[in-house]
């Protein structure tokens, strides 16, 4: 897997493009935000919670793309 940033900027988006819950909370996963549970970037500038990317990223039986544009998903670093 390619290398991660995680980013604490603003994200463009209030909510989580794939669990829809709010970025200043945290995943379904998670029971706390903080930490555990950081925003991660992709290379087209798309915010999702960790959890929800990496979930969404194993579960594509080919290759990976955004959830939100549809180009191939690469973490932003």
């Known amino acids: 897997m390619a290398c991660c940033c995680f980013m604490d900027l603003d994200a463009q988006d209030e909510t989580c493009g794939i669990?829809?819950?709010?970025?200043?909370?945290?995943?379904?996963?998670?029971?706390?935000?903080?930490d555990d549970c950081p925003l991660i970037w992709g290379a087209c500038n798309h915010a999702f919670h960790l959890h929800c990317i990496l979930k969404w990223v194993n579960s594509q039986t080919s290759q990976a793309h955004c959830p939100m544009c549809r180009r191939e998903w690469q973490f932003k670093g």
């Open 19 to 34: 669990c829809r819950m709010a970025f200043d909370g945290c995943c379904p996963d998670c029971k706390l935000p903080g």
